[in-house]
């Protein structure tokens, strides 16, 4: 790897070298390295690009890193990863891409990932998405997610895209079984003349199942969001979905939230706020000294925390 | 320390001019100085004019013998001047260590976190991380928005009613509070408060009601006045029945 893969797998995965466990590194659409252990198994896929990960049942406390690395401009990729959980397990998934442009052609990673999670499990999947470069050609990113959740399983995610990507289309597809928990929470800040939407579905079609789907997002200078989601409730479910949008300078954001209950005993609410940074948090932190930008910086980083 | 010299501070309404402040001029260079008055009577609107976050329509104020009028709520904040607010902001992400860290000026954390919070009675262990947000109570976001003014700990300090939602600790604490603060910074404190017993370890009250100062003295010569509804504040004498 040289320094800008470096550089951008610093910044999606915290990693200085190799990690811990299980990985595998994809860097410019070919396998940079690979290690799988006794539990976790990874798979190259031979009818389209990209991986199967099997985790046996009953592994515990393990973890797998699949980040993705784009430095070559005009690169485009669609990349498929299946997910096979088994039932029993704690494990958690630390994904994420980072796409330095330093040239004038778009460069463009399409993450179509696919969660088969079984019965009893806990899953957490972290996900970071990173743009760099100095280049004209655009950093884009339209990840999709299918997610299949399994009896007495809960999910936890965590996606964040604070910087550097241009376009992007984020599209989450998923069904909760019996008893199951998702939990979504997801992070993006836009700059520049960047775009981004975020599309939810989840069906909640097990007994006693739950999702809480939380979004906060800041958009600045020029850039334009859109928020949807749709939650369904076809069982005794509880549902919640929030999304809170700081606007600034001339950006805009659209929330298109929706709710559907198909049972009388599900129970579902959305709550969405879009609005500039109040003048009173602003103004309680310069009463503690802080000038105006370095309050606005405060704010937004506790607020995308 | 603190000198307001013939501030006033109109708004406009509609046709008219209101008049929220009127030529109000007092020092405070005692340890512990009151403000008291009915609601209404523009303590807070004074309060926010000395931290900068209100603009005098007229008037001068003099902090240290330095002309601050023309200065932004930031660069007084530097000159030593804190203001717990009556209403205490919230704020999504920002924990209780996020803001008292800031408030003491430093990233590293050589602040003492858990000794401030425990002077306002709250449990470090228990709030340290949490989120300023809704989730807290009136009671304690105004704890915590004291804790902040002690992890200044700057020379000057407005608590703007600190008793409200205390009940579960007790005015003595708060009052300990302050005389700690006042050993630590050897400055003085303002206090908006409407508690006789606040107002009873001040050594000057300033009674504000309709914007104007009406009464102003020694709490020896005040404070019986008060009690007895002969200044200008009933709704005060109200509350101490
Ligand atoms: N910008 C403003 N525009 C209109 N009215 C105001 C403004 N600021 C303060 N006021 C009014 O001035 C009065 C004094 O307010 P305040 O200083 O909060 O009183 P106190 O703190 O003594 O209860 C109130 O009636 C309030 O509504
Ligand atoms: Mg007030």
């Known amino acids: 790897m040289d320094q800008i893969q470096k550089t951008l797998l610093e910044e999606i995965a915290g990693l200085h070298e190799v990690p811990q466990g299980a990985y595998n590194i994809r860097v410019n659409g070919g396998l940079e390295s690979r290690n799988t252990t006794e539990n976790i198994d990874i798979v190259t896929k031979t009818d389209v690009s990209g991986i199967d990960i099997y985790f046996k049942p009953g592994t515990k406390k393990e973890s797998v890193h699949i980040p993705v690395l784009l430095s070559q401009t005009g690169l485009k990729e669609t990349v498929y990863n299946d997910f096979h959980v088994g039932d029993d397990c704690d494990i958690t998934i630390i994904a994420g891409c980072g796409i330095h442009n330093g040239g004038d052609r778009d460069s463009e990673h399409s993450g179509i990932h696919s969660f088969y999670i079984g019965k009893n499990c806990h899953v957490r999947y972290v996900e970071k998405h990173y743009g760099s470069g100095e280049g004209t050609g655009e950093r884009i990113m339209n990840p999709t997610t299918n997610l299949e959740l399994g009896e007495n399983s809960t999910l936890e995610m965590e996606m964040v895209q604070i910087k550097g990507v241009d376009s992007t289309i984020r599209t989450t597809n998923g069904v909760v079984g019996k008893n199951g928990s998702l939990t979504i929470k997801e992070s993006i800040m836009t700059h520049g003349h960047q775009t981004a939407e975020s599309h939810f579905r989840v069906e909640m079609n097990g007994e006693k199942s739950h999702v809480n789907l939380v979004s906060r997002s800041v958009a600045r200078d020029e850039s334009k969001q859109l928020f949807c989601s749709e939650i369904v409730g076809n069982a005794e479910c509880t549902g919640h979905s929030e999304c809170d949008g700081i606007i600034m300078d001339h950006s805009s954001v659209s929330a298109e939230p929706q709710l559907t209950a198909n049972c009388i005993d599900a129970e579902l609410i959305h709550e969405a706020a879009i609005g500039k940074i109040a003048g009173e948090q602003l103004t309680k932190l310069m009463t503690l000294g802080l000038t105006e930008q370095e309050a606005e910086e405060q704010i937004i980083n506790g607020f995308l925390k | ?241």
């Open chain 2, 1 to 241: 320390m603190l000198e307001l010299k013939n501030i006033s501070y109109l708004v406009d309404e509609q046709s008219t001019t209101k008049e929220i402040i009127r030529d109000v001029s007092f020092k405070v260079d005692e340890r512990f100085v009151a403000i008291t008055g009915p609601n209404g009577g523009g303590k807070s609107t004074i309060a926010k004019i000395v931290a900068g976050i209100v603009k005098p329509t007229s008037g001068r104020i003099i902090f240290d013998g330095t002309d601050i009028t023309d200065m932004n709520i930031t660069e007084r904040a530097r000159l030593g001047i804190s203001y717990a607010f009556q209403q205490p902001v919230r704020f999504k992400g920002i924990t209780v260590k996020d803001l008292i860290k800031l408030a003491a000026g430093n990233e590293k954390g050589n602040v003492d976190i858990c000794g401030v919070l425990s002077e306002v009675g709250l449990c470090a262990k228990d709030y340290i991380n949490r989120e300023v947000n809704a989730s807290l109570s009136g009671g304690e976001l105004k704890r915590i928005e004291i804790a902040m003014i002690l992890a200044r700990g700057t020379k000057f300090s407005i608590f703007d009613e600190p008793e409200a939602g205390i009940d579960l600790w007790s005015f003595q604490s708060l009052i300990k509070v302050f005389e700690k603060m006042y050993e630590r910074t050897n400055g003085s404190i303002l206090i908006i408060s409407h508690q006789e017993r606040i107002l009873d370890i001040a050594d000057r009250i300033v009674v504000i009601a309709n914007g104007e100062v009406s009464a102003e003295g020694k709490k020896e010569d005040i404070l019986p006045e008060l009690l007895a509804g002969t200044a200008a504040c009933p709704a005060l004498t109200e509350k101490m029945k």
